[in-house]
């Protein structure tokens, strides 16, 4: 049985229940400043920290543990004779237990607060216990998570001990936490785009059913220190979301933050498969179900302004997985809620992301976000856009952009006709665009025509304005085709690969 446990906790939860089984148990109790007080308040018998060091806190707390009479009681290897007698020399007492948890600076670094209160919550003392009671975990008990606690006080009451296992366990999340906490705080204070070390600070938000696939496994994880769309939504109805589901959600709540206009997209696959612009959410959504009437069945559909009741009947008459909005109206979320498995997701925030990761066999790559749409319109073509074109032309680049290279999109009326991607090459996808469409203006491709045959494409299904990028050593041939054909042709400089 443990003889002696340092307590140091900024969260209280579950300590009183734990300094209670010491104290019956005839375990002493160290403790530091406003732990000292609370467990002391609440009838536990504690010594204060300073007794054991013969130094008192000092530089407002700042130094309290760091001392050779706390860290040589938790660090000495109790079967090594040396190290026994070391500690005996100089009066120090073995620490057999370790329970701390961090200054909450996650949660500061998001307050809007100074840079130096900031700091103020960079927790020294704590990581540094952990990480000597962590590699001395043969002989010390590691708590950093007070989900642990009732855990380990069932197994010293059934054992009255804690097995290896369990001890290596609990000085991995030691770890684990302290490595994410020294993450943040690097993240924080060098702010460089690309440091020399991709520091990740992520934290476990749930487990998922399956990931892609039903034999693939997957969980979801959070940052620790950034607000962001896909961390602080609010479920209000439906199953567990999966996977694709999450995927699936952030594209299609992207797409339509895109617009200042009431919007509505449909995501299928991780691909828009319906967006369209309307007077209200209503209009929006009938839009977007109209590009795509096919490919929505069992979708994702997202709106940037709050869906009522009128829309939640709208979208009731078919199989939906999930609704994405900023806000539900009571008559609406009553609609919804008639359908137990659909999932309704608030969204709280707007996409906040500066970075996009993806992970490759032994690597990620790291990239800044697609966030710039249009570099400068140029008219290249003898024929310009009209004011309406050259509207819709703007929408069809702002959906092009989440399409799979190569990507096509048709569109008219700020409306989604046709959308073409994931294509080896730009003509493929043209024409899968094109003949969904079946008509319309406006074609919208998200990078340079290296030839001009999908402007002859174009023509034959009556396309009369084309927006791409430029760029390609041919541009004078596309150009050409376009005065040849009477179709308005506009560059944007800037291309939207998305792979």
Same mark, same amino acid.
């Given at each position: 049985?443990?003889?002696?446990?340092?307590?140091?906790?900024?969260?209280?939860?579950?300590?009183?229940?734990?300094?209670?089984?010491?104290?019956?148990?005839?375990?002493?109790?160290?403790?530091?400043?406003?732990?000292?007080?609370?467990?002391?308040?609440?009838?536990?018998?504690?010594?204060?920290?300073?007794?054991?060091?013969?130094?008192?806190?000092?530089?407002?707390?700042?130094?309290?543990?760091?001392?050779?009479?706390?860290?040589?009681?938790?660090?000495?290897?109790?079967?090594?004779?040396?190290?026994?007698?070391?500690?005996?020399?100089?009066?120090?007492?073995?620490?057999?237990?370790?329970?701390?948890?961090?200054?909450?600076?996650?949660?500061?670094?998001?307050?809007?607060?100074?840079?130096?209160?900031?700091?103020?919550?960079?927790?020294?003392?704590?990581?540094?216990?952990?990480?000597?009671?962590?590699?001395?975990?043969?002989?010390?008990?590691?708590?950093?998570?007070?989900?642990?606690?009732?855990?380990?006080?069932?197994?010293?009451?059934?054992?009255?001990?804690?097995?290896?296992?369990?001890?290596?366990?609990?000085?991995?999340?030691?770890?684990?936490?302290?490595?994410?906490?020294?993450?943040?705080?690097?993240?924080?204070?060098?702010?460089?785009?690309?440091?020399?070390?991709?520091?990740?600070?992520?934290?476990?938000?749930?487990?998922?059913?399956?990931?892609?696939?039903?034999?693939?496994?997957?969980?979801?994880?959070?940052?620790?220190?950034?607000?962001?769309?896909?961390? /602080?939504?609010?479920?209000?109805?439906? $199953?567990?979301?999966?996977?694709?589901?999450? @995927? +699936? =959600?952030?594209?299609?709540? %992207? !797409?339509?933050?895109?617009?200042?206009?009431?919007?509505?997209?449909?995501?299928?696959?991780?691909?828009?498969?319906?967006?369209?612009?309307?007077?209200?959410?209503?209009?929006?959504?009938?839009?977007?179900?109209?590009?795509?009437?096919?490919?929505?069945?069992?979708?994702?559909?997202?709106?940037?302004?709050?869906?009522?009741?009128?829309?939640?009947?709208?979208?009731?008459?078919?199989?939906?997985?999930?609704?994405?909005?900023?806000?539900?109206?009571?008559?609406?979320?009553?609609?919804?809620?008639?359908?137990?498995?659909?999932?309704?997701?608030?969204?709280?925030?707007?996409?906040?992301?500066?970075?996009?990761?993806?992970?490759?066999?032994?690597?990620?790559?790291?990239?800044?976000?697609?966030?710039?749409?249009?570099? /400068?319109?140029?008219?290249?073509?003898? $024929?310009?856009?009209?004011?309406?074109?050259? @509207? +819709? =032309?703007?929408?069809?680049? %702002? !959906?092009?952009?989440?399409?799979?290279?190569?990507?096509?999109?048709?569109?008219?009326?700020?409306?989604?006709?046709?959308?073409?991607?994931?294509?080896?090459?730009?003509?493929?996808?043209?024409?899968?665009?094109?003949?969904?469409?079946?008509?319309?203006?406006?074609?919208?491709?998200?990078?340079?025509?290296?030839?001009?045959?999908?402007?002859?494409?174009?023509?034959?299904?009556?396309?009369?304005?084309?927006?791409?990028?430029?760029?390609?050593?041919?541009?004078?041939?596309?150009?050409?085709?376009?005065?040849?054909?009477?179709?308005?042709?506009?560059?944007?400089?800037?291309?939207?690969?998305?792979?």
């Amino acid at each position: 049985m443990i003889k002696r446990a340092l307590i140091s906790v900024y969260y209280k939860d579950g300590i009183l229940e734990l300094g209670s089984f010491l104290q019956e148990n005839n375990v002493e109790i160290i403790s530091t400043g406003g732990t000292y007080k609370y467990l002391k308040d609440n009838g536990i018998k504690v010594i204060d920290i300073s007794e054991v060091t013969n130094f008192p806190e000092m530089l407002d707390g700042r130094v309290k543990t760091l001392n050779p009479y706390i860290h040589g009681g938790i660090l000495a290897i109790r079967d090594n004779v040396s190290h026994m007698k070391t500690i005996e020399e100089h009066n120090i007492t073995t620490i057999d237990m370790v329970v701390v948890n961090l200054y909450p600076f996650f949660e500061k670094v998001k307050e809007d607060i100074s840079f130096e209160e900031k700091v103020e919550f960079i927790d020294i003392g704590g990581p540094t216990m952990l990480r000597s009671a962590g590699k001395n975990f043969r002989d010390v008990i590691v708590l950093s998570d007070t989900k642990d606690y009732s855990k380990i006080i069932e197994e010293l009451r059934e054992k009255g001990e804690v097995n290896y296992e369990t001890r290596k366990y609990l000085a991995g999340k030691v770890f684990n936490l302290t490595s994410a906490y020294d993450a943040a705080i690097s993240n924080f204070m060098l702010e460089e785009e690309y440091p020399e070390y991709l520091n990740l600070s992520y934290k476990k938000a749930m487990d998922l059913r399956y990931g892609e696939n039903g034999h693939q496994t997957a969980s979801y994880y959070v940052s620790t220190v950034e607000e962001g769309a896909m961390k /602080d939504f609010c479920q209000l109805n439906g $199953k567990e979301l999966s996977y694709n589901n999450i @995927k +699936d =959600m952030d594209i299609a709540w %992207k !797409v339509v933050n895109e617009f200042e206009e009431v919007a509505c997209c449909a995501v299928k696959h991780n691909t828009p498969c319906g967006v369209a612009l309307g007077e209200n959410a209503r209009e929006a959504y009938l839009k977007a179900f109209e590009g795509d009437p096919i490919s929505i069945f069992g979708g994702i559909v997202s709106f940037n302004r709050e869906v009522d009741e009128d829309t939640a009947k709208e979208l009731s008459k078919i199989f939906l997985e999930i609704v994405i909005a900023p806000g539900f109206s009571e008559e609406a979320l009553k609609v919804l809620s008639e359908k137990k498995n659909l999932r309704v997701i608030k969204c709280n925030y707007k996409p906040k992301d500066k970075y996009e990761l993806s992970k490759v066999d032994g690597g990620i790559l790291v990239q800044s976000v697609d966030n710039k749409l249009i570099e /400068d319109i140029k008219i290249v073509t003898e $024929k310009a856009p009209t004011k309406e074109e050259l @509207k +819709d =032309m703007i929408f069809g680049m %702002k !959906v092009v952009k989440y399409v799979k290279s190569n990507g096509i999109v048709v569109v008219e009326k700020g409306q989604t006709l046709g959308i073409g991607g994931g294509q080896v090459n730009r003509i493929w996808a043209a024409k899968e665009a094109l003949e969904r469409a079946k008509g319309g203006a406006i074609l919208a491709s998200d990078a340079f025509f290296p030839f001009n045959d999908v402007v002859e494409e174009a023509a034959k299904y009556g396309i009369k304005a084309i927006i791409q990028p430029g760029g390609a050593i041919k541009d004078k041939d596309s150009i050409d085709e376009c005065n040849k054909l009477g179709i308005a042709m506009v560059f944007t400089g800037i291309r939207h690969f998305k792979h």
